[in-house]
């Protein structure tokens, strides 16, 4: 009976279905209110700040350790990437099989994150087992011994992993484009390179991690079921004096020139990739917040003008797209499409001509309404679970910023209008400031 009864239920909603008129969009809700990640802060014996985020119903937890100790901190290029990569491989009491071994026991693993700024370290793992990983990663960090077979091994993996991204034309694109803007030599611009690697010593390595891996050039996020016990835990840990006091500020030097046009030819390809991009500023900049806004709108989701003019309504390319990409001391404007080799000058074309119909004519309340609403709904998706939020808390935290600061871009979205939009543009989408790149089959 309870069978047939479902069967009948199932074919009554499938009648319903059918009287759904799918040619009519479903309603729009607002978004009215965002709950900010309540984030509590901590400092440990010897002065790291802990940053705990605590939410999440299951007995969960997240650690994470984080150095200032990127490309800014480099003596020499490719360094802070191949520290990160080996701190793993060994300590004098833990071989690299060993650690793998220990931390597998208790279903989780030990990984790390690069990127041009920070240096980060950590797991997750269930609640219970919290204690029992604490001295296998404090063992890692505090006595790396980066064995030199290891090493090798690692510089062989980087150069072949190179060899293939560098047959791949959107990789060539982005390497040249970077180095356009900020410059062959400069922490941000640079690209690896075979000779980059080969001159990566044992020493250099030791080097970077006595001068960056230290008390002072740390901070910690803690996230799902927090409590004092496991922050103390984490005191009991971490919170004894180590390393050199290096903290500094960083000041990468920056020389303007006249953007330039480049065109490599990559025969095997069978499209060319187009990349345009200008050197811009970090998240604290007082444009930042109007232009991220501004940035959507024009590339920066699927509703984009780039997307409805030049994928829709030409069929030119699959995908385009822009971003801001903030550093901490830095950031840049960055567009990207691939397309046909016959396409490629109307596709730059058509960008140049969204730039300018975004510079002299008004955004239509119904696409700023749109816009809105998809922008409020990726933070809500941004803070969704502790994990998530945590990320948004660190993105921020590690930057010298507050989450007043997310607050405040949120903010904007809401009350962003049609002629701050229309200034941000005429002031940063000029086509003569933009560096471009075109890589592919000629």
């Given amino acids: 009976m309870g069978y047939f009864y479902l069967l009948m239920l199932g074919i009554q909603n499938l009648t319903d279905m059918k009287r759904v008129n799918r040619k009519q969009p479903p309603i729009i809700q607002q978004v009215d209110n965002i709950v900010l990640p309540k984030v509590q802060a901590y400092a440990l014996d010897n002065g790291i700040p802990v940053y705990a985020l605590t939410s999440g119903t299951q007995e969960v937890l997240k650690l994470e350790l984080v150095f200032d100790a990127g490309r800014p901190k480099e003596v020499k290029k490719g360094v802070s990437r191949a520290t990160m990569d080996m ?12 650690i793998s071994a220990q931390v597998d026991y208790f279903g989780t693993y030990i990984g790390t994150q690069f990127n041009l700024d920070n240096n980060t370290i950590g797991f997750y793992c269930l609640k219970k087992y919290f204690k029992a990983l604490l001295p296998i990663l404090a063992d890692i960090i505090f006595d790396p011994i980066f064995p030199e077979e290891e090493l090798n091994a690692w ?3 980087s150069k072949q992993k190179l060899k293939v991204d560098l047959e791949r034309s959107d990789v ?18 640079y690209n690896s390179s075979t000779q980059v690697f080969d001159a990566i010593k044992r020493a250099d390595l030791v080097k970077h991690y006595k001068r960056n891996y230290t008390a002072s050039n740390c901070k910690i996020f803690l996230t799902g079921k927090v409590d004092d016990g496991v922050v103390n835990l984490v005191n009991q840990h971490f919170g ?8 500094a500020n960083d000041v990468l030097s920056w020389v303007p020139k006249p953007p330039q046009v480049s065109k490599i030819n990559m025969k095997a ?11 811009l500023f970090n998240k604290a900049h007082e444009d930042y917040k109007d232009l991220y806004v501004m940035n959507q709108l024009f590339g920066g989701y699927f509703g984009s003008r780039l997307m409805m003019n030049i994928r829709e309504e030409q069929g030119l390319t699959y995908n385009i797209y822009s971003s801001i990409d903030p550093f901490r001391y830095d950031g840049y404007f960055y567009i990207g499409s691939d397309t046909s080799a016959e396409n490629v000058g109307q596709v730059v074309d058509s960008i140049f001509h969204e730039m300018e119909h975004l510079k ?21 998706a941004m803070l969704d679970g502790p994990f998530n939020a945590g990320e948004v808390v660190k ?3 590690t930057e010298d910023l507050e989450m007043a600061d997310f607050e405040a871009l949120i903010n904007k979205v809401r009350t962003i209008n049609q002629e701050e939009i229309m200034a941000m543009a005429n002031k940063y989408l000029n086509p003569s400031d933009f560096e471009q790149v075109i890589v592919g089959n000629p």
């Fill in 240 to 247: 004894k004096p180590f390393g050199m006091n290096t903290k």
């Fill in 87 to 98: 701190l793993k491989e060994g300590t004098s009491t833990r071989l690299n099989k060993e």
């Fill in 395 to 397: 993105s921020y935290l």
């Fill in 172 to 189: 060539v694109a982005y390497r040249v484009l970077t180095e356009q803007i900020f410059g062959a030599n400069h922490a941000y611009g």
């Fill in 360 to 380: 002299s004519d008004p955004v239509s309340t119904d696409e700023l309404d749109m816009l809105r609403n998809y922008l409020m709904g990726s933070f809500i």
């Fill in 155 to 157: 510089r062989d993996n």
């Fill in 269 to 279: 390809e069978l499209q060319s990739s187009v990349r345009m991009g200008m050197r």
